[in-house]
């Protein structure tokens, strides 16, 4: 890998799973299941 | 360091929950999503090393890592919450520094006091343990989430999902492990 792959990947690992994280932190609605 | 970054922001959301959970996980990965831009710009320097542990070799970082800037971005990035309160603009500048913090235990002494320093800093749990540090970030990740799960109880702001959560962060850990080809 080229250090500008390198610097590409880090960036995008970083920034990639933001949404679903902060997905997964919503709360359940009440009577969710 | 990688997603004991993410699991320091869940863990500042748990003790915060008013903090917007996207602002704590992007502020704790900042000083990386800097690093990327100012590599590619010429600003900062690795060089990719497939023999040592960790793959890569953080040649100049001091724009963004060292102690100083460190401390600069976590100030604007808080600063960038401020219509939000104190306390919530306090915790996502602290999701900043937090990045330096963890990076202290897992770089080696790459981590400059300001930009130009011929001071660094890092104790080096990267070399010293190539693959143990895998083990000591998975003890962090697993307390920093613990705390998050347990004060995420029914009727809270945050962690509806806990399990696809822990499942998330565990894909993660498993993808940058030292096992995994690069």
Redesign the interface.
């Known amino acids: ?4 792959g ?3 990947l ?2 995008l ?3 990639v ?6 997905w ?5 609605r009440p009577g969710a299941r | 360091m ?1 997603v004991g ?2 699991a320091a922001a ?1 863990a500042l ?1 748990a003790r915060v929950p008013r903090a917007p ?2 602002g704590l ?2 502020g704790a ?1 900042l000083l ?2 800097l ?3 100012f ?2 710009f010429g600003l900062e ?4 090393t497939p023999a040592v542990s960790p793959g ?1 070799s953080l040649d100049f970082i001091d724009w963004s890592h060292s102690l100083l800037m460190s401390v600069v971005w976590s100030v604007g990035f808080g600063l960038l919450f401020r219509r939000r309160g104190a306390v919530v603009a306090t915790t996502l500048g602290f999701a900043v520094f937090s990045h330096f913090l963890l990076d202290l235990v897992m770089h080696p002494a790459d981590l400059a006091l300001w930009p130009g320093s011929g001071v660094h800093l890092g104790l080096g749990l990267w070399r010293l343990l190539p693959t143990g540090w895998w083990f000591v970030e998975l003890g962090f990740v697993a307390a920093a989430f613990g705390y998050y799960v347990v004060r995420s109880r029914p009727g ?6 806990p399990a ?2 822990a499942g ?1 962060l565990a894909v ?1 850990h498993l993808v ?1 492990s030292p096992w995994v080809p ?1």
Not at chain 2, 45 to 48: D, L
Not at chain 2, 156 to 161: A, H, I, L, S, V
């Open positions: 890998m080229s250090t500008g390198l610097a590409v880090v960036f690992s970083f920034l799973p933001v949404p679903l994280l902060a997964l932190d919503r709360p359940r | 990688y970054h993410f869940l959301k959970t996207a996980l992007v990965g990386d999503l690093f990327a831009p590599v590619l320097r690795a060089t990719v890569f809270t702001t945050f962690g509806g999902r696809l959560m998330t993660l940058n690069r």
